[in-house]
C-alpha cells in the first residue's frame, strides 16, 4: 500500500541557513538512506514551501508513524503532518 506523508519546517529549523547547513544534516540523511535503501521511502521532495512529501510503501500509517518518528530531526526541526493513503490509479510504468 502507498501512503503519503506531509512534513513540516519544525520550531527550531533556521531559516537563515540551507537544509545542509541545519544542526544533525548528517544524522538526518543516514536516517533517509536508511528508509530509502529498506524501500519504505519510494520518492520524496519539497514543495514550494516548508512543506515535504514522501511516497512510502508500509502497511500502515502507524508503521510509517514509528518509521518517522525515529528521524533526528523529528520535533525540532520537522514534524509530521499527515499521513494518507494513495490510491494509484495512473502509472506509466505499468502496463493496463
Known sequence: MFLVTVRRDGPQWD?????EGQDAFADHVAFLTDLLESGLIVLGGPLEDDRVIYVVSAESAQEVRAA???DPWEGPLVRLEAVEPWTVRLDATRRY
Open 15 to 19: 531559516h537563515q541557513r540551507p537544509i
Open 68 to 70: 518517522f518518528a525515529r
